[in-house]
Nanobody, 130 residues
Framework: QVQLVESGGGLVQAGGSLRLSCAAS????????MGWFRQAPGKAREYVAA????????DSADSVKGRFTISRDNARNTVYLQMNSLKSEDTAVYYC???????????????????????WGRGTQVTVSS
């Protein structure tokens, strides 16, 4: 089992940057693919990005491609989401999630659906002002 705690959210102007962190408990962090999702007010939670065990494979949603980068540091049990060129439509609560797996995924195999993730953090608010 793993517990996840997000941090790094806040208020930023459009065009600015933020880096979200997700700290995981447990000694088997490197046996989880990790993902970021977000939920804007009145909308369904949506996929943002995912990363494999080793960090060697990543994937991101078209809406954030080229602006957001997911990475991880297994020695620190932490996954990051670097968000650049932020837009007002990026305003949401951002959640990290863990997908237990016995294999290293290639980019096309990374989990992108909510139901594929077993563990979730409580989220961190990101607000982008225009």
């Amino acid at each position: 089992q793993v517990q996840l705690v997000e941090s790094g959210g806040g208020l930023v102007q459009a065009g600015g940057s933020l880096r979200l962190s997700c700290a995981a408990s447990g000694r088997t962090f490197n046996r989880y693919a990790m993902g970021w999702f977000r939920q804007a007010p009145g909308k369904a939670r949506e996929y943002v990005a995912a990363i494999s065990w080793s960090g060697g494979s990543t994937d991101s949603a078209d809406s954030v491609k080229g602006r957001f980068t997911i990475s991880r540091d297994n020695a620190r049990n932490t996954v990051y989401l670097q968000m650049n060129s932020l837009k007002s439509e990026d305003t949401a609560v951002y959640y990290c999630a863990a997908h237990p797996t016995a294999q290293e995924y290639g980019p096309m195999k990374l989990p992108t659906q909510m139901e594929e993730y077993d563990y979730w953090g409580r989220g961190t608010q990101v607000t982008v002002s225009s």
